[in-house]
């Protein structure tokens, strides 16, 4: 069953610009470490406001790639510009 993970975060506007290229940097990283990972967007709320939401094919593939995610380059450099971060894991039930 896949898993959707929305991750809501604060950035500074001024570093907008580099948040959206370090995100496609962990994108590409994540997805040549991880097939398990299917999509990956990056919005804005407002200002200063994001969300990432992820699509994993299992909840298995989502656990393999956490367990990465300390020692990994571009996701410290992605997260190093937020702050506030919350992290919610959505199991897909049904689609149409």
Do not use: Y
């Not at 593939?61 to 300390?70: D, E, G, K, M």
């Amino acid at each position: 069953m896949s898993v959707i993970t929305v991750t809501r975060f604060q950035v500074a506007p001024a570093d907008a610009e580099q948040l959206r290229a370090r995100h496609t940097a962990l994108v590409s990283a994540f997805r040549a470490a991880f097939p398990g990972l299917t999509e990956a967007r990056l919005g804005r709320l407002d200002e200063e406001t994001w969300v990432g939401i992820w699509r994993w094919d299992s909840a298995a593939s989502l656990r393999a790639a956490r367990q990465a995610v300390p020692g990994n380059a571009e996701a410290a450099a992605a997260f190093s510009l937020t702050r506030d971060a919350a992290v919610e894991d959505i199991e897909v039930l049904d689609e149409h």
